[in-house]
């Protein structure tokens, strides 16, 4: 349970969010203007680091941070991360709550608003509304529902199922450190790799494949070479090695192998002509 008392919803009040303006600095809250304030230097650090991966997960196509989403017609709300519902080429405020909201809750912070808005968030659509607390021991209150949060610190693990697909350490949405390396296994993710390893493990295997097609090469302009060699009962010159060596290259390896054996005249043409 979230063990925060409630405050009675007052009347409707005359703003709508027809009237708010982008670029203002409050939101609406059942027709009543609810001042923001600008965040502060450690709100702002960790609102950056914790977007990041939320934005890189695999699952997720959309993602923004102070985005106005439209409510209802009397209420703006703007989630300090919102992750799905802010399509990029739409104008405006966003149309209904993120599938997954989430909220930096620092010194200041107006506990009485912050659980209005999570009622806000669920009575809209949300899925999720994760409560990062940066004041006293660093925490993530994951509520499910109004009344049903449970509480997560540095290494455990928050799931959103249906919204991430992977899950994401309490950490990471606050400490820099975590966070990048959560963004970096996403990132993996999305290309198809496992992990680093797998990187490392293709390059090595591309390196093999490269030295195994120069062994063959190698062998098949020996063979070329003998071949010729033997057709025209000589040795080759430097130049001409290096014309037979860009024919095998070129792929006419097996050609200058017939021509050696049975026409001979005609390479020592080509070899001329080299």
Do not use: C
């Not at 009485?112 to 809209?124: H, N």
């Not at 799931?159 to 990132?187: C, F, H, I, Y």
């Amino acid at each position: 349970m979230s063990g925060h008392d409630r405050t009675p919803r007052p009347a409707l009040g005359p703003f709508r969010a027809d009237g708010l303006e982008p670029g203002g600095y409050y939101e609406i809250s059942h027709g009543h203007p609810v001042q923001l304030a600008p965040a502060g230097t450690r709100h702002g650090n960790a609102n950056v680091t914790g977007a990041l991966p939320l934005a890189t997960d695999p699952m997720v196509v959309e993602s923004g941070v102070d985005v106005g989403h439209k409510l209802a017609e009397h209420t703006v709300r703007a989630p300090d991360v919102s992750v799905g519902g802010v399509p990029a080429d739409t104008r405006g405020w966003a149309k209904g709550a993120p599938p997954l909201a989430v909220e930096y809750a620092d010194e200041g912070t107006d506990e009485a608003d912050l659980q209005t808005k999570i009622e806000e968030y669920f009575g809209a659509g949300s899925k999720y509304v994760w409560v990062v607390r940066l004041v006293g021991l660093r925490r993530v209150e994951v509520y499910t529902a109004p009344d049903a949060m449970k509480t997560y610190t540095g290494d455990d693990e928050i799931e959103a199922t249906g919204v991430l697909q992977e899950k994401m350490p309490a950490a990471a949405l606050w400490d820099r450190r975590v966070a990048l390396d959560v963004s970096m296994r996403n990132l993996l993710l999305r290309a198809g790799y496992k992990d680093i390893a797998d990187v490392r493990e293709e390059g090595r295997e591309e390196g093999r494949e490269e030295g195994r097609e120069e062994g063959r090469e190698e062998g098949r302009l020996a063979l070329t070479l003998s071949a010729l060699e033997a057709g025209l009962s000589r040795r080759l010159t430097e130049q001409e090695r290096a014309f037979a060596s860009a024919e095998v290259r070129a792929g006419r390896a097996l050609q200058l192998v017939r021509l050696s054996s049975r026409e001979p005249a005609v390479i020592e043409a080509k070899l001329r002509g080299a």
